[in-house]
C-alpha cells in the first residue's frame, strides 16, 4: 500500500481529485489539515471525497448571485445571515459538503454570531447556492442535511431545487422569492456582470426591477446635497 500526506497532493485550479473509501475520521483530519483559509471546496458523502479547485469563473459567479440574492432580500425587506461556504456536516449521515454560498433566512436569528455549527441541533441554511463549473453538486449530500432550496447554475441556466419529503424536484419558482422569475432573470444579470462589470449590473438589476426605490433614493440623495 502506498501511503500519501495531504500536502503532497496538488489540485490545480478547475481540477478535482476524488478519494475513494475515506473514513469519517480521516475526512475530519483532512478538514483540519486543509484549514479554513483555502481557495479549495470539500464534498464528502458515505466515504468518497471529492477536493476541488475553482476557477475565477467559478468565482465571479457565485459573487454576483449571492449579491443579487441579497438584492431581492433587501428590498423583499427580509433579514438574512449569509454564511458563505462554511463547512457543514454530519457524522450521523456520513455526509460533509461546502457550498459555494448559503443563506439563513426563515431562521437567520439563531444564526447571529454563530462561529460553530452543529447540524444535530442547528438548522441547515435555508438556500444553498451551487455554481457547476468544475464539478456537479452533490445533491444526495443536501438530501441527506435537508436543506430546502438549491439553487445550481451551469451554462448560463439556473436550476432551482426544492426539497419535497426525501428527495429535490426541479421547480419553476423559488419558495423563497415565489412572486420573482430568479430562473430568467438571474441569469441574465449575471451574464451582464460578465460583460460590463459586477457593480453596473447590479445597479440595472435595481433600476429595472425596483424603478421606484431607485427613484426615491435619488431623491433623497438630491435632497442631502441640498
Known amino acids: ?39 479549495s471546496r470539500v464534498a464528502y458523502s458515505q466515504g468518497t471525497l471529492e477536493i ?85 453538486t452533490q445533491i444526495s449530500a443536501y438530501q441527506a442535511l435537508k436543506v430546502p432550496e438549491i439553487w445550481r447554475y451551469e451554462s448560463k441556466n439556473l436550476e432551482i431545487n426544492l426539497l419535497q419529503g426525501e428527495q429535490y424536484i426541479k421547480s419553476l419558482t423559488s419558495a423563497i422569492f415565489p412572486a420573482f422569475p430568479v430562473n430568467e432573470i438571474i441569469p441574465r444579470f449575471v451574464e451582464m456582470a460578465r460583460t460590463t462589470g459586477t457593480s453596473l449590473a447590479l445597479r440595472d438589476f435595481q433600476e429595472i426591477n425596483y424603478p421606484n426605490k431607485r427613484t426615491t433614493e435619488t431623491q433623497r440623495t438630491q435632497r442631502e446635497e441640498k
Not at 12 to 38: C, K, T, Y
Not at 60 to 85: Q, Y
Not at 90 to 105: A, L, N, Q
Open 1 to 39: 500500500m502506498v501511503t500519501l500526506q495531504l500536502k503532497q497532493i496538488r489540485v490545480p485550479a478547475g481540477q478535482r481529485i476524488i478519494l475513494e473509501d475515506v473514513s469519517w475520521q480521516v475526512f475530519e483530519a483532512i478538514l483540519n489539515e486543509l484549514g479554513e483559509h483555502r481557495a
Open 52 to 136: 476541488m479547485a475553482p476557477l475565477p469563473e467559478h468565482e465571479r459567479t457565485k459573487v454576483i448571485i449571492g449579491d443579487l440574492v441579497k438584492a431581492l432580500l433587501d428590498e423583499l425587506n427580509l433579514n438574512w445571515e449569509s454564511l458563505g461556504s462554511t463547512t457543514f456536516k454530519r457524522k450521523d449521515t456520513s455526509v460533509g459538503i461546502e457550498p459555494d454560498d448559503c443563506f439563513y433566512i426563515q431562521n437567520y436569528q439563531l444564526m447571529i454570531g454563530k462561529d460553530k455549527i452543529d447540524l444535530t441541533v442547528d438548522p441547515p441554511p435555508d438556500l444553498a447556492i451551487e455554481i457547476d463549473v468544475t464539478s456537479k
